[in-house]
């Protein structure tokens, strides 16, 4: 079952329409308690902030069960699937990674140099495919299907170009993963057999329904220690990361330990950079805190996404949000504020 | 004579000025097309000394041009960005002539002369702004500094067209309040740790950071000033030990080297620390020295030396704005030849009007009459029977609760002593207003959930929350605690109020008692009591209030709806009066609008909430009724307000032959507007309560607090701006002071806000206290 439908865990006020909060002059609030499709992510948490006509699309217009009415349904579903190289990139670099750390688990031997081949392959097998098909309307009907990437779909002019930095950058990120001496402390871990590769988060104990994954994450000892990959540099932000104070909850959880005894580090590929995040009970209360808050903002949007109600949805016209937007052929405000 | 902070551009209404035009050409990236434009204006502003607007501004409808306050050709100017380029060409023609006579040049003629007074401020005055606020000027120097603190005067400058008078230049003063010492102090490594450690406390506190917030900083790279904000101390990096830095499609060894090699005359020692910060606005945080930042300090934080100095009273803001006057010389318009007139503006009287303050009815109908006359003493009087009345009569409703008792929760490591007396002093104001016993349930806690776990065992009440700062804490119990009414009181605000009363001063005591005042005032608030209300009904029925929080993540909507009594308030009941407030959350926090089909829902709910508990709503629905939005109706708001009344008709919830008007009411004047008193003896003075500017039919200058009760500095009005003719916008303004006599947080005061609006603002503050902002 698709985690957004499975049954709340979160227990808010009825009223869809005011926020879960009481706020200190509401009336008492009644006894039934509303519930939620509703499941965190970050990913979703970001989409939300950016732009909610996309996040419409993403989560309701797109989705076979909800925002039926929506004239434009089927097309919604055939962008949802479009990615773009940013992404791709960073989900190749992930299944890389991924699968040269399982390998040193089962003691398979580890050849970083035909691991970045297929990657490679894997990439041009999806540019291939979407030069050929970029209207996506013959997908392969492959167990591993190639991706329809953006660029092409958009019929960018430099759509070669682009990709082929892409895969560049792929290529180098990959290639630091695998022989930088600095990162060799999180190889060596990553291959211990009690290493957890690309674990789904959830959060049973907290009463909070998220829905995540994280990249690796081991016990050495009676310390925890959660690593997060980016393809990118460090750009100074990781002392205020949501994303990293939710893995915090969740190794808290999940190894039942201390925040004492956990260190959460963002490697950054290009570089690389390993950026130690700070924990602290007081970061997991407001991180806790922030999750309901994205719930109910969330929340407050829901009834119009199941009503397929798009203008409640206002788009959110912005640069760097619209071109990489899947959705730009459907959207009229991010069309126009692209083409004026 | 009413005077405004107003000169007038000569020859007033017969004004002219003659433009150039010129096109944009050139290629784009399309996506930056929108504010092009804008940026176009702003580079011939600060870089060419030219005053220009866009030309659909002056009723050109779909122009692409550029209109020029210059006689002279334009030789052409090449502009380009990271993805665009383009040029502005004069386009060859004859001159135009803008003319105060036509009504669709008078935002044009405004905004060009506003710029030109700009150019001449920048460039004749020793001033110096933020980037980004081109409005707002600072003093080159402090005029006061105390523990650490500096403070500057600041001016904003605006411009406004008044029909048949001509365009009017407002100069308002205020007070900046910045660090004396930059972040090279509070982050001096090489002070002892124990000094280190009190420095940073302190800059945290300053800036708010245990808050949530960021903290907001002053960077000043020898050339401009900009807002930024705090990300990450230096830990041992200096300007010489950054790495490698890339700006703007260049790259630096380090931040020292982008230095030397951008800002030469710049004196930076490579050892200097450097701060992380980030720009609004700008991608990723960045290095900057820190000796170049200071914090910028909100006024609740400024030592107790620097607490009343914002306080400017009308004779000395009057002085320091002929003081700007005075810098800016024979031609402040720079190469516009056009001048002021040397005194403010006095509206004629036809345009000034004395709203009278309202009868007011108390509990056991008490009565406070309106004043007689417009003399000082029966205002003084009137505010001071609010107080009196209330002691004396009780609160006009209390609702039927069964059992009249308060929880106190409060941390252990709180004064005992001190909750002991917030508590009984708290109680005995409770019961002179109600005439109800109270009780109260003292719930101390270690940890804040253990005090929600024993709150959780007993029926919702009414809980008095002492709390320390942290908007996690706040959330969590406005979260954990659903249904409760609910007044929280900081653990460092009642510790310093106790501390004061116990001291040998006796504003101390006086200080206390207004604050246990004020808490209990809210406290009945919570509990939907009404306190008193207008005798008469006003103009509307009813008043709808709709307000955007500052970061736009959260807007309110508060529904006052005054029944009239008929005269009979002997008969009055709880009903006859009731206001219902929501705080939602809003989705697109990057949009200050409120997205129209939510608006309308909201709106729809809004009324029903606050008129189906009445049985008589059906048959007698809403029969008049003022929407005041906060700022402006933008985007499709208007189309969300129509449907919401539609609906409401079609409902029975408002009358068909309904009366519905609305109108915007800036809180914080855009226009930078003030209003003053010229007494007979020549002594300028704040405006009485209730006195109205019409400046033209749709927009009007409204001062709710005044000089009855204001004792230091000058009123802030509001400015209204209706759609319909002036007489409708002279029953808002008066419905809109009849509402701000219903100042329940604080009788004897006037009140700024119509209470409708004053709730909304107080959800929103209390919202946008509670929320988690950091981490993202």
Same mark, same amino acid.
């Given at each position: ?13 009825? &009223? ?17 308690? &509303? ?8 990913? *979703? ?8 006509? *996309? ?93 329809? !990437? ?52 959830? !959060?049973? &104990? ?9 990249? !690796? ?124 | ?70 006689? %002279? ?80 005067? =600041? ?104 230095? %030397? ?22 991608? =990723? ?78 509990? =056991? ?7 007689? @006359? ?241 049985? =008589? ?6 029969? @008049? ?120 947080? @604080? ?25 988690? %902002?950091?981490?993202?």
């Amino acid at each position: 079952m698709d985690p957004l439908y499975q049954p709340t865990l979160l227990d808010l006020d009825s &009223k869809p329409s005011a926020s879960a909060t009481p706020s200190a002059l509401t009336k008492p609030a009644p006894t039934t308690r &509303k519930v939620t499709n509703i499941s965190w992510s970050y990913s *979703r948490r970001s989409m939300f902030e950016q732009c909610v006509r *996309r996040y419409y699309y993403a989560y309701y217009g797109s989705a076979a069960r909800t925002a039926k009415s929506d004239a434009y349904k089927s097309e919604l579903r055939r962008l949802k699937v479009l990615t773009n190289r940013f992404e791709r990139s960073g989900e190749l670099l992930h299944l890389g990674i991924a699968r040269y750390l399982r390998a040193a688990q089962e003691n398979t031997a580890t050849n970083g140099t035909r691991l970045m081949e297929w990657l490679r392959s894997i990439l041009r097998r999806d540019i291939a495919y979407s030069v050929r098909d970029p209207e996506g309307l013959h997908p392969p009907n492959d167990q591993y299907p190639p991706k329809l !990437l953006r660029e092409y779909h958009y019929h960018l002019q430099d759509a070669e170009r682009l990709l082929e930095e892409s895969e560049q950058r792929l290529v180098e990120t990959f290639h630091t993963f695998t022989t930088h001496p600095d990162l060799e402390v999180f190889r060596r871990a990553g291959s211990t057999s009690n290493a957890l590769i690309e674990h789904r988060l959830r !959060l049973p &104990k907290r009463a909070l329904r998220v829905d995540g994954r994280l990249d !690796l994450a081991y016990q050495d000892g009676g310390q925890v220690t959660v690593v997060d990959w980016k393809s990118g540099a460090a750009d100074g932000s990781g002392d205020e990361s949501l994303q990293l104070a939710v893995y915090a909850l969740w190794a808290i959880d999940n190894f039942s330990t201390a925040v004492d005894h956990l260190t959460i580090y963002k490697v950054h590929l290009t570089g690389p950079d390993i950026v130690s995040f700070p924990v602290s009970e007081r970061m997991l209360t407001l991180a806790r805190i922030r999750i309901v808050q994205d719930i109910e903002r969330m929340m407050a949007m829901e009834r119009y996404g199941n009503a397929g109600v798009v203008e409640a949805f206002t788009a959110t016209p912005y640069l760097k949000v619209c071109t990489q937007c899947p959705f730009q052929r459907i959207c009229q405000e991010g069309k126009q504020y692209l083409h004026d | 004579m009413i005077e405004l902070n107003l000169r007038i551009v000569q020859p007033g209404a017969t004004l002219t000025i003659a433009v150039r035009r010129a096109h944009i050409t050139g290629s784009s990236s399309a996506a930056e097309a929108p504010d092009l434009m804008e940026l176009v204006c702003s580079h011939l502003q600060s870089r060419r000394g030219l005053a220009a607007i866009p030309a659909s501004r002056a009723g050109f409808v779909g122009d692409s041009s550029v209109l020029i306050a210059t006689t %002279r050709t334009l030789p052409t100017v090449h502009l380009a960005g990271d993805d665009w380029e383009l040029d502005v060409v004069d386009a060859g023609s004859a001159l135009e002539t803008l003319s105060f006579a036509n009504p669709a040049h008078h935002v044009a003629l405004a905004e060009l002369v506003q710029r030109a007074l700009l150019i001449q401020v920048a460039r004749g005055t020793d001033l110096w702004r933020i980037n980004g606020r081109p409005r707002t000027w600072y003093d080159r120097k402090p005029f006061r500094c105390a523990e650490g603190i500096a403070a500057y005067r =600041r001016y904003t400058m605006s411009c406004i067209a008044i029909p048949e008078v001509g365009i009017g230049v407002a100069v308002d003063v205020g007070t900046g309040f910045f660090t004396s010492d930059s972040l090279a102090y509070f982050f001096d490594p090489h002070v002892p740790q124990a000094e280190q450690t009190r420095r940073q406390r302190r800059f945290e506190r300053l800036v708010e950071r245990q808050r949530g917030r960021k903290g907001t900083l002053l960077y000043d790279n020898s050339r401009t000033h900009t807002i930024a904000y705090f990300e990450k101390p230096p830990n041992g990096v200096t300007c010489a030990t950054t790495g490698p830095i890339r700006l703007n499609g260049e790259s630096y060894v380090s931040l020292l080297e982008y230095y %030397r090699a951008k800002y030469p005359k710049l004196t930076v020692a490579p050892n200097a620390p450097v701060v992380k910060v980030s720009f609004p606005g700008r991608g =990723r945080p960045v290095w900057v020295a820190a000796d170049r930042v200071h914090a910028s300090v909100m006024n609740d934080n400024v030592p107790q030396a620097l607490k009343q100095i914002d306080k400017i009273a009308p004779a000395e803001r009057k002085r320091l704005i002929e003081g700007i006057w005075h810098q800016l010389g024979p031609r402040p318009f720079g190469f516009l030849a056009l001048d002021v007139v040397d005194e403010f503006w006095r509206p004629e009287e036809r345009l000034v009007v004395r709203i009278a303050p309202p009868a007011l009815l108390y509990g =056991r109908s008490g009565i406070v009459k309106a004043p007689l @006359s417009t003399d000082i003493a029966a205002y003084h009087a009137y505010f001071r029977r609010r107080q009196l009345m209330l002691d004396q009569s009780g609160c006009y409703a209390i609702p039927t609760v069964e059992r009249r008792q308060i929880h106190c929760v409060y941390p252990s490591s709180a004064s005992e002593e001190a909750v002991r007396q917030l508590v009984e002093d708290t109680v005995a104001a409770l019961r002179r207003w109600t005439n109800q016993d109270w009780r109260v349930t003292p719930v101390p806690y270690v940890t804040f959930m253990t005090a929600v776990e024993e709150l959780r065992q007993v029926d919702r009440g009414v809980a008095l929350l002492v709390l320390d700062g942290e908007p996690a804490t706040y959330f969590e119990a406005a979260y954990q605690l659903q249904g409760w009414r609910l007044k929280r009181v900081t653990k460092h605000k009642l510790s310093e109020k106790h501390r004061d009363r116990g001291g040998h001063s006796g504003n101390g005591m006086k200080r206390w008692q207004q604050y246990v005042q004020l808490t209990a005032l809210d406290l009945l608030q919570q509990m939907d009591a009404v306190l008193w209300r207008t005798l008469h009904p006003n103009h509307y029925e009813a008043q709808l209030a709709i307000d955007v929080g500052y970061d736009s993540r959260h807007y309110a909507l508060s529904l006052l709806h005054m029944r009239d009594m008929c005269g009979k308030p002997d008969h009055a009941t709880a009903s006859d009066f009731r206001i219902v407030t929501r705080a939602l959350s809003k989705a697109d926090p990057r949009q200050e609008t409120i997205n129209h089909v939510i608006l309308a829902d909201e709106i729809w709910q809004t009324v029903r909430e606050c008129l189906v508990p009445d049985e =008589r709503a059906v048959d007698d629905p809403i029969r @008049s009724l003022l929407i005041l939005r906060d700022g402006r109706v933008v985007g499709r708001e208007r189309e969300g307000i129509e449907a919401a009344v539609k609906r409401l008709r079609d409902d029975g919830l408002l009358a068909n032959d309904a009366c519905v008007d609305v109108v915007e009411i800036r809180k914080d004047s855009l226009k930078s507007l003030r209003m003053w008193e010229i007494e007979a003896t020549g002594e300028v003075t704040n405006a009485l309560e209730g006195t109205a500017v019409r400046l033209c039919d749709t927009m009007a200058l409204l001062t709710t607090t005044g000089r009855a009760t204001l004792h230091q500095g000058t009123a802030e009005p509001l400015l209204l701006t209706g759609e319909g003719n002036s007489e409708s916008l002279l029953r808002a303004a008066g419905d809109v002071f009849a509402g701000a006599q219903l100042n329940w947080a @604080s009788p004897a005061m006037a009140q700024r806000l119509p209470l409708a609006l004053k709730r909304t603002d107080s959800e929103l503050k209390a919202r946008a206290a509670q929320e988690v %902002r950091r981490l993202r």
